[in-house]
């Protein structure tokens, strides 16, 4: 089944702010969005309105495939060691080859050390391992390069465009660049109330 991403004339209020109205996007197999603008005009609500995690307060929403979430809430539970709260998601997720996304985001050497230990850096990597482990079709990332060095960029930036030319979707909030070939554009500022 391929994977589809639509929204059509969203708009969010937080609040008593109203942060963007008349949004719409179309994302196909092979699609990647980067959703540019400063912090606080509503990147990451717009990231939780796809994810489902938040209602539009108008338009809609349709999606074909699984969704996966990468945002500051790092979903692993922090009192085990790296990789016992990786090991709960790869049962949950019917994970077959948790090793891959070990040795390409270079966790080995942490999987014996509590979650909450771990650098920002390597709590995303390992967010980002639970992402790969569970194969969702949509990818859905907020700030995914905040707490990275210019290597972990450089891997993350080859992960999502692997991920699309397998024919997923990537929907990349992100203040910063990202170096994504094909990437379209959205500057969220454009949708502003």
Same mark, same amino acid.
């Given at each position: 089944?391929? !994977?589809?991403?639509?929204?059509?004339?969203?708009?969010?209020?937080? %609040?008593?702010?109203?942060?963007?109205?008349? *949004? +719409?996007?179309?994302?196909? !197999?092979?699609? !990647?969005?980067?959703?540019?603008?400063?912090?606080?005009?509503?990147?990451? +609500? /717009?990231?939780?309105?796809? #994810?489902?995690? =938040?209602?539009? @307060?108008?338009?809609?929403?349709?999606?074909? %495939? +699984?969704?996966? *979430?990468?945002?500051?809430? /790092?979903?692993?539970?922090?009192?085990?060691?790296?990789?016992? #709260?990786?090991? @709960?998601?790869?049962?949950?997720?019917?994970?077959?080859?948790?090793?891959?996304?070990?040795? $390409?985001?270079?966790?080995?050497? =942490?999987?014996? $050390?509590?979650?909450?230990?771990?650098?920002?850096?390597?709590?995303?990597?390992? #967010? @980002?391992?639970? =992402?790969?482990?569970?194969?969702?079709?949509?990818? /859905?990332?907020?700030?995914? /390069?905040?707490? *990275?060095?210019?290597?972990?960029?450089?891997?993350?930036?080859?992960?999502?465009?692997?991920?699309?030319? #397998?024919? %997923?979707?990537?929907?990349?909030?992100?203040?910063?660049?990202?170096?994504?070939?094909?990437?379209?554009?959205?500057?969220?500022?454009?949708?502003?109330?």
């Amino acid at each position: 089944m391929q !994977a589809n991403l639509a929204a059509n004339d969203l708009a969010c209020r937080r %609040g008593d702010r109203l942060l963007f109205r008349g *949004l +719409s996007l179309q994302c196909g !197999a092979g699609d !990647a969005v980067h959703v540019a603008g400063p912090n606080g005009i509503g990147k990451s +609500s /717009l990231i939780r309105i796809l #994810a489902g995690l =938040l209602r539009p @307060f108008a338009g809609e929403i349709a999606r074909t %495939g +699984s969704v996966g *979430l990468i945002d500051e809430r /790092l979903a692993l539970d922090p009192n085990q060691p790296l990789g016992k #709260a990786l090991d @709960f998601w790869e049962r949950l997720d019917g994970c077959g080859d948790p090793g891959r996304a070990l040795e $390409i985001l270079q966790l080995h050497a =942490l999987m014996d $050390i509590p979650v909450r230990y771990l650098s920002t850096g390597q709590k995303k990597r390992a #967010a @980002f391992a639970r =992402l790969l482990n569970g194969a969702p079709r949509i990818w /859905l990332l907020d700030e995914p /390069l905040n707490g *990275l060095d210019a290597q972990a960029a450089r891997s993350v930036e080859a992960l999502v465009a692997q991920h699309c030319d #397998a024919g %997923g979707i990537a929907v990349v909030a992100s203040h910063q660049p990202m170096a994504l070939p094909g990437t379209h554009t959205l500057a969220i500022e454009d949708y502003a109330a």
